[in-house]
């Protein structure tokens, strides 16, 4: 699956450094009317010069409020619309399922194998074309012809890895009872 994806949260990207670097250059002049407001809060005898003192606090909070809320904003923004695409479309597994539930296993396999041709490195088409060969068609040496070329097109080693124990287990299980079949008597027609 090819995917691009954003930066770890602690890695310094250029949008990072500008807030950062726009937080400090604000830093001065909001802790310059800090210190204005506490001096004036700690000198007030009157409800003016409390005022006045409070009205250094909310100028200092108007210079850091932008930059912090930037940066808080973006990590958690990225939870509900990460910043991450793909570069191009992904797998439709709906249809060869479809097939599948249908009856249609020969169908669902082509579908498949054509999944498997347009995205190499996915390893669900060459589990699902096992499971096929193995569970609806009861062919053993199509699921290993299967399982050999995933093999082979697969190029991740923990894909090769799964691919291996998954076949293994899915060839060693009993297979499934057969359906079953219920005659309803025909009722006699009447004469």
């Known amino acids: 699956?090819?995917?691009?994806?954003?930066?770890?949260l602690n890695a310094m990207t250029p949008g990072y450094k500008e807030i950062l670097l726009v937080l400090l250059c604000r830093a001065v002049p909001a802790a310059l009317a800090l210190a204005i407001g506490i001096g004036t809060l700690l000198g007030a005898g009157?409800?003016?010069?409390?005022?006045?003192?409070?009205?250094?606090?909310?100028?200092?909070?108007?210079f850091l409020a932008g930059p912090v809320s930037r940066w808080l904003a973006e990590p958690v923004?990225?939870?509900?619309?990460?910043?991450?695409?793909?570069?191009?479309?992904?797998?439709m597994y709906g249809i060869p399922e479809?097939?599948?539930?249908?009856?249609?296993?020969?169908?669902?396999?082509?579908?498949?194998?054509?999944?498997a041709a347009a995205h190499p490195g996915e390893i669900r088409p060459w589990l699902d074309m096992i499971d096929i060969a193995l569970a609806d068609l009861r062919d053993p040496e199509r699921a290993n012809a299967f399982f050999q070329r995933g093999l082979a097109a697969l190029s991740n080693p923990d894909d090769k890895d799964r691919l291996a124990r998954v076949y293994a287990a899915?060839?060693?299980?009993?297979?499934?009872?057969?359906?079953?079949?219920?005659?309803?008597?025909?009722?006699?027609?009447?004469?």
Do not use: C, H, N
Request: hydrophobic share 35%; charged share 30%.
């Open 170 to 191: 899915t060839r060693d299980r009993p297979p499934p009872p057969p359906a079953r079949k219920l005659e309803l008597p025909v009722p006699p027609f009447p004469r």
């Open 77 to 91: 923004g990225s939870l509900i619309w990460p910043k991450q695409y793909y570069d191009r479309p992904q797998p």
């Open 1 to 8: 699956m090819d995917v691009r994806r954003r930066p770890p």
């Open 98 to 115: 479809s097939r599948r539930r249908k009856g249609r296993p020969e169908e669902a396999i082509a579908e498949y194998e054509k999944i």
């Open 46 to 62: 009157e409800i003016a010069g409390m005022a006045l003192g409070f009205l250094f606090f909310l100028v200092a909070a108007v």
